[in-house]
């Protein structure tokens, strides 16, 4: 079982929806938990962390939900810039052997 | 203040020849790491140094790969008589410490073996 587990998509979404998608990781350990994006043919960019309560920033909610061993992000009323690729990073605190990146989920918002 | 930095941002080498690639990090962080993501995929950790010492060399694909890292700043990756198979985007990233931080990353490198 990998890691990190990502749906690669791409997800189609008409501009002004909700979209949301998960990721799953195996480690049970792990203590700390990132949504990154990536623009085509750029670098990752932290988006952001993901809390044991869950949080919002703006229009992206991101939960945790240590039980099912997930975490989700939830993006409000989609923007065509919005439109990248949404990386799910999970650390368990041990340094670069701790860090696991998924394959990211392709999101293409349409207008 | 100034982002992670790498150069060069293209490289085009003919198979079986060294390269050199070079990461800047953020001045005052501690860790500083090196991926490699092929066209479509994910990022594929290679080595992960926390100031000069690397504790995880373990992503290194072969022993054609290298790293080094010098005054707990600036890194360089060899890769010895390169392989298509290499051609990539090398990625470099820098935190303030290991483990649970973000890192941020720099524009990559390019690299293309004919």
């Known amino acids: 079982r990998k890691e990190v587990e990502q749906d690669p998509g791409p997800f189609n979404v008409p501009e002004g929806a909700t979209v949301a998608f998960n990721c799953t990781y195996s480690n049970s350990a792990s203590q700390s938990f990132f949504w990154y994006r990536q623009d085509c043919r750029k670098e990752p960019k932290l988006l952001m962390s993901v809390y044991s309560s869950g949080n919002e920033d703006g229009r992206f909610t991101a939960q945790l939900n240590r039980a099912s061993q997930y975490i989700s992000l939830l993006i409000r009323d989609s923007k065509l810039s919005d439109s990248a690729t949404y990386l799910c990073?999970?650390?368990?605190?041990?340094?670069?052997?701790?860090?696991?990146f998924g394959k990211g989920t392709h999101l293409i918002i349409q207008p | 203040g100034a982002g992670v930095s790498q150069s060069p941002s293209n490289k085009v080498t003919e198979k079986g020849k060294d390269v050199e690639l070079r990461c800047d990090p953020i001045?005052?962080?501690?860790?500083l790491y090196w991926y490699r993501q092929s066209l479509g995929q994910g990022l594929e950790f290679l080595i992960y140094?926390?100031?000069?010492?690397?504790?995880?060399k373990s992503g290194l694909p072969s022993d054609r790969f290298s790293a080094e890292r010098t005054g707990g700043s600036v890194s360089t990756l060899t890769i010895q008589r390169t392989q298509q198979e290499d051609s990539a985007v090398y990625l470099c990233?820098?935190?303030?410490?290991?483990?649970?931080?973000?890192?941020?990353f720099g524009p990559g490198t390019r690299l293309t073996v004919l």
């Open positions: 140094f926390q100031g000069n010492s690397a504790p995880d």
């Open positions: 001045s005052g962080h501690t860790a």
């Open positions: 990233a820098s935190s303030l410490d290991r483990g649970m931080n973000e890192q941020f």
């Open positions: 990073v999970v650390s368990s605190g041990g340094g670069a052997d701790g860090l696991t």
